[in-house]
């Protein structure tokens, strides 16, 4: 059973490792660690990834700074309380680890497929110049009744196809995990800049 649920949630992503492990918790005395990817978009900017790895799967007493590294796994979500609110935290949970050559280019650098529910109102818009943009909340269901909500973007066609699903429709979606800098207003004179994460779709299924 618990496969199968994993099927619906899949990540592949390959880039360099940008930062230290840093401890994030344990359970059942297994640890588990943070670390920042740095993933090429096809300009030339990249994304910037944090990913949950395991201490049984990496030695993470060494610093792989600069080095590359693959990773299958799932995107997670967890809620994190702070300000008096919920934050949402999402990161690449690795289930597996290898390094590979930065030349490597018979690897996609970052896909990932979803199969879950719309929880929220899709949000559609359009930019000043007329590009339509649809925002959506993803629930994908996990083994032993958890759920992890995964923002979402998609444009053009996909963009309007979105803005008819009503909450509680089932989705499939192929696309890549981006992330995006902007600056939070923490009270009147103070603001913070703040990443944040989501999945730009590249295609999208409506199942009944």
């Not at 300000?83 to 999402?90: A, G, I, P, T």
Request: net charge neutral.
């Amino acid at each position: 059973m618990a496969d199968k649920v994993i099927e619906n949630n899949q990540v592949s992503i390959m880039g360099k490792v940008a930062s230290e492990f840093a401890f994030s918790h344990e359970v059942f005395g297994e640890g588990f660690y943070m670390v920042d990817l740095l993933v090429k978009r096809l300009s030339d900017s990249s994304d910037r990834i944090p990913v949950m790895i395991s201490e049984r799967l990496i030695d993470v007493t060494q610093d792989y700074q600069g080095e590359y590294i693959q990773v299958e796994g799932q995107f997670r979500s967890y809620n994190r309380h702070e300000e008096k609110k919920n934050r949402l935290v999402l990161s690449v949970f690795a289930r597996e680890v290898r390094f590979v050559e930065e030349e490597d280019d018979k690897i996609k650098s970052n896909q990932i497929f979803l199969d879950g529910f719309v929880c929220k109102p899709t949000v559609y818009r359009k930019t000043p110049l007329g590009r339509e943009i649809a925002d959506m909340l993803i629930a994908v269901n996990r083994p032993y009744g958890k759920s992890d909500y995964i923002p979402c973007i998609c444009w053009g066609r996909n963009a309007r196809f979105a803005s008819n699903f009503d909450v509680g429709s089932r989705v499939q979606i192929w696309g890549r995990i981006q992330s995006r800098e902007y600056m939070k207003k923490l009270d009147a004179d103070q603001t913070e800049k703040r990443t944040a994460y989501e999945v730009s779709i590249s295609k999208l299924e409506y199942l009944e």
